[in-house]
């Protein structure tokens, strides 16, 4: 009988909840014991209350909830190596064999630099006698698990993060409730939507609302850039339309790497086009409110997957991901998860876009 722990960190997302919910049922099903772990990382760190055994109705109501119902944060503490030495400590004091852990690509490193660790840490705790020979013995290996939880969807082993389709769904609630004013007043806006380094929610958002331009990291546009936006939004509104869209990634770059902002899009279709404009900043809406059904039924289907990956696992299993690649729940190596994510950022930075692109839409399932 396993001792699971389940924390969720980073940036919160719609489906972390279902997913929670999923993995301590499951957890119970197969004769396991799920234990919460508050705030992520901290909880870890801090130990005692944070860390408590979860029962089968301490989940109810999840499934449709938003947010996260055990916290999150993001902790300081456990970037130190002392911090993940107390968390280590902190999980053999309460017996825990496994460890779920349901982040953004942060939160994943961090799981796996755990992992990479723990050997050391626990002779270390032996060594200075915060822990007895028989708990070393027992605990040589900790077998950790991660799932995607953001709304990014930024991590290369899988098509869709957890959180990214209902964040998805609410900026394109707010654009069209956007579209309507703008269409009254003949007005442009300038829509900047979350995503970090990522433009899959940009590029996603732009075509579900037929946006009339678009940046996102991964494919600055020409050096031109500025012109060629006026002509395309013109071309628009002499063909009848009342409305002109800009959707904006927040990391949005241009071909030396410089961001590019809303407020200095909108001053370019004042000044050159005369065009009424406002910025709206969509911000921590997109990450709010009750998963969609796609974030509940993935973050369900992943939840219980994780189970299983525990209770396959050797001590020699790399630690795994779980994700979805084409419509299939697949269980891969976390560490080669990390390392092509890793490889987007060194793309962009090398100002090799294509790569980049080509990158983000890559798998490396067999
Ligand atoms: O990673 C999720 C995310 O929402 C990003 O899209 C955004 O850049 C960031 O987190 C915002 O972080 P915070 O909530 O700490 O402001």
Partial sequence: ?????????????????????????????????????????????????????????????????????????????????????????????????????????????????????????????????????????????????????????DLASTDMTIGACSALERICESVDAILSTAMSHQRAFVVEVMGRHCGWLALNAAISTGADYLFIPEAPPKDDWEESMCKTLKASRDAGKRTSLVIVAEGALDRNLNPIKPDYIKDILSTRLGYDTRVTILGHVQRGGAPAHFDRFLGTMQGAEAIEAILRATPDTPSPVIGMLENKITTQPLKEAIELTGQVAQAIESKDFARAMALRSASFSK
């Avoid at 396993?2 to 919160?12: A, E, P």
């Avoid at 990382?41 to 449709?64: E, M, N, P, R």
């Avoid at 190596?81 to 004091?93: A, C």
Wanted: aromatic content about 6%.
């Fill in 1 to 153: 009988q396993k001792n699971i722990g389940i924390l969720t960190s980073g940036g919160d997302a719609q489906g972390m909840n279902p997913c929670v919910r999923a993995v301590v049922r499951m957890a119970i099903a197969r004769k396991c014991r799920p234990f919460f772990i508050y705030e992520g990382y901290q909880g870890l760190v801090d130990g005692g209350d944070k860390i408590k055994q979860a029962k089968w109705t301490d989940v109810s109501g999840f499934l449709t909830s938003g947010g996260t119902m055990i916290g999150t944060a993001r902790c300081k503490e456990f970037r130190e190596i002392e911090g993940r030495r107390t968390g280590v400590y902190n999980l053999i004091k309460k017996g825990i064999d496994a460890l779920v852990v349901i982040g953004g690509d942060g939160s994943l490193t961090g799981a796996d630099k755990l992992r990479a660790e723990w050997p050391d840490h626990v002779a270390a705790l032996e060594k200075d006698g915060r822990i007895s020979k028989e708990d070393a013995n027992k605990y040589r290996t900790l077998m950790i698990v991660g799932m995607v939880g953001s709304i990014d969807n």
